[in-house]
């Protein structure tokens, strides 16, 4: 009889151990808080992203306003992935730990084809008044999207993101964007790429929309508030795996060596943890191209056109190839006969891509008859030259010699 009064009682004591330990759990385990507190900031939040949730990977970053590429205090932007649907997302702004949700104003609409102009993208974006408002921003597609918010024009710009690669570097220099098409649909994670790629020596971009930017306040046309669609940045690593620290805009992403020319591998990468990446991975070599095959003009008002009329920067006097010495090539023309107060610059490939005026050359020979203007190259008195253009292909000492033709 000992032994079984023993064994209850010992049951017993075990038993409500149990008991207390379950007790226990159950009152250390965390309840979540429906109401997290976040810093102040502005957020975007939404089921159409991955932003569900208020949270650091939600918040906005200050833009730089196109108008002197400076940051602005009161622009924010953001890109991200958002689904089509009703879902979407709204903007909240979390000021002393109070939050305001924000949608669409009355105003928020589709920019018309016809005002998507001023250097603006050609692909849809929507612009207008936000409006505190539960109703969300949605799009008609999935894909990428840039989100921009200016807390003084109180204006949003929502607009599709579809990335190119344009430059000197680039087989179309500055005349277009070539498509880097993008990769599956996430909410998470996208990646835009061009594979196979020719640089040669010289600078590039990525922009989207096959334009520069985008007028966020279009009230006020001589106060425009600008944000950039482009990225510029600087090149680093080692080949055949370079990365880019990508910038908004202010740089363009400089090829320094021609030991890089050559086909690369170029991706965009975008995570909701990390935003942009841009990476570039060569593929293979190319062929080198010599200065010699450049084809360098006189382009401006300085001279008279084919009909014998003053040309109006809409006709080129192509310097033929002359030589060459060590890294500089020289281009001639003999007998231009320049006129007084017109102005000209130099140009490669009839392009803009690549020129120089007064200050991007040092004028020798009759070099009293030029002068500044704006950039262009002026002239005094009118006179006949020989013209003379030496490109240094291994730095920027060109030369613009100027000789009196006899």
Request: glycine share 10%.
């Amino acid at each position: 009889m000992k032994r079984k009064f023993l064994n209850f009682w010992t049951y017993a004591v075990i038993a409500f151990m149990g008991i207390s330990v379950v007790m226990t759990s159950c009152k250390d385990e965390p309840v979540p808080d429906p109401d997290p507190v976040v810093e102040d900031g502005i957020y975007i939040k939404g089921g159409g992203t991955a932003l569900e949730e208020l949270g650091a990977n939600g918040l906005m970053t200050k833009a730089v306003d196109e108008n002197g590429q400076e940051e602005r205090a009161t622009m924010y932007e953001m890109y991200l992935p958002i689904e089509a649907g009703t879902e979407g997302f709204n903007i909240v702004i979390v000021e002393g730990g109070v939050q305001k949700t924000y949608g669409p104003g009355a105003d928020f609409a589709l920019v018309p084809v016809a005002e998507r102009n001023m250097e603006q993208p050609s692909t849809d974006f929507w612009r207008g008044t936000y409006a505190e408002t539960a109703t969300a921003f949605t799009v008609p597609v999935n894909g990428m999207y840039h989100v921009i918010l200016d807390t003084v024009n109180k204006k949003v710009v929502v607009a599709v993101v579809e990335w190119g690669i344009i430059g000197g570097a680039t087989p179309t220099a500055w005349t277009a964007s070539t498509p880097m098409p993008a990769g599956a649909f996430a909410v998470d994670a996208m990646s835009f790429k061009v594979e196979n790629f020719e640089l040669r020596k010289g600078d590039f971009k990525f922009r989207y929309g096959n334009n520069w930017k985008i007028i966020v306040d279009s009230t006020d046309v001589a106060h425009h508030v600008r944000v950039n669609t482009n990225f510029g940045g600087t090149i680093s690593g080692t080949l055949p795996n370079l990365e880019v620290a990508l910038t908004q805009a202010k740089d363009n992403n400089v090829v320094l060596a021609l030991t890089q020319e050559g086909k690369y591998t170029i991706a965009l990468d975008w995570t909701v943890a990390d935003g942009w990446k841009a990476s570039l991975t060569k593929t293979a070599d190319v062929t080198p191209i010599g200065p010699e095959t450049f084809l360098f003009s006189l382009i401006g008002s300085a001279f008279n056109n084919a009909d014998g009329v003053p040309a109006n920067w809409d006709y080129d006097i192509d310097l033929p190839y002359a030589s060459v010495s060590g890294d500089a090539y020289s281009f001639t023309k003999n007998g231009v006969a320049l006129l007084a107060g017109g102005e000209f610059k130099i140009r490669k490939d009839h392009d803009w891509g690549t020129n120089f005026g007064y200050t991007g050359v040092t004028i020798e020979g009759d070099a009293a008859n030029f002068t500044d203007n704006n950039g262009n190259i002026k002239v005094t008195e009118a006179k006949t030259y020989n013209v003379t253009f030496v490109y240094d292909n291994a730095g920027n000492a060109h030369k613009l010699i100027m000789n009196i033709a006899k």
